[in-house]
T-cell receptor
């Protein structure tokens, strides 16, 4: 199936380390979104890409968080100097256009020790 | 902040219709109502969306009131696999990015 793919599915790392999370959207989808879901909570928007540009980064919680997208395809979310409060499931979604339904991957579960 | 209000939990008997309500009294004229569900340890799954008219697809029906201040998601014959958290979302128009703002949702338990 050609759904949204995220890797790794689980990541455990020590506080202070940098992590990279990857998202492969559905082929041909121009819009890509990152969300974060803390334990027992709803999803929080982080950043939105249209093509390789990010017109809305308003949800990134601090300058330790950054994201890029290349080739209008793969996106990487990077968290530098991780903190325990960064522990969450990070979810990626893509849509054909920005006004079409978003389809989600199953997320990366990040645990900071 | 989410622009929707949903009951935190609901129960439904297997084989019966599940009717999930949502209030969105501050919805704007160009905002769509979207429904997603999330089964434990999975990403949210798109169910259905609508603007003004009622909508139906293979998963569910969406009934939107005439004043658009509330809506109901209907699962016509609930199964145990429909147990999930259901999110009602008012989505900003595309020219505002179209991001989804999730509330706490309704936890639906389908019981045998």
């Amino acid at each position: 199936g050609a759904g949204v793919s995220q890797s790794p599915s689980n990541k455990v790392t020590e506080k202070g380390k940098d992590v990279e999370l990857r998202c492969d959207p559905i082929s041909g989808h121009t819009a890509l979104y990152w969300y974060r879901q803390r334990l027992g909570q709803g999803l929080e928007f982080l950043i939105y890409f249209q093509g390789n540009s990010a017109p809305d980064k308003s949800g990134l919680p601090s300058d330790r968080f950054s994201a890029e997208r290349t080739g209008e395809s793969v996106s990487t979310l990077t968290i530098q100097r991780t903190q325990q409060e960064d522990s969450a499931v990070y979810l990626c979604a893509s849509s054909f256009l920005g006004n079409q339904p978003q389809h989600f991957g199953d997320g990366t579960r990040l645990s900071i020790l | 902040d989410a622009k929707t209000t949903q009951p935190p939990s609901m129960d439904c008997a297997e084989g019966r219709a599940a009717n999930l309500p949502c209030n969105h009294s501050t919805i704007s004229g160009n905002e769509y109502v979207y429904w997603y569900r999330q089964i434990h340890s999975q990403g949210p799954q798109y169910i259905i969306h609508g603007l003004k008219n009622n909508e139906t697809n293979e998963m569910a029906s969406l009934i939107i009131t005439e004043d658009r201040k509330s809506s109901t998601l209907i699962l016509p014959h609930a199964t145990l696999r429909d147990t999930a958290v259901y999110y009602c979302i008012v989505r900003p128009p595309y020219n505002q990015g179209g991001k989804l703002i999730f509330g706490q949702g309704t936890e639906l338990s389908v019981k045998p």
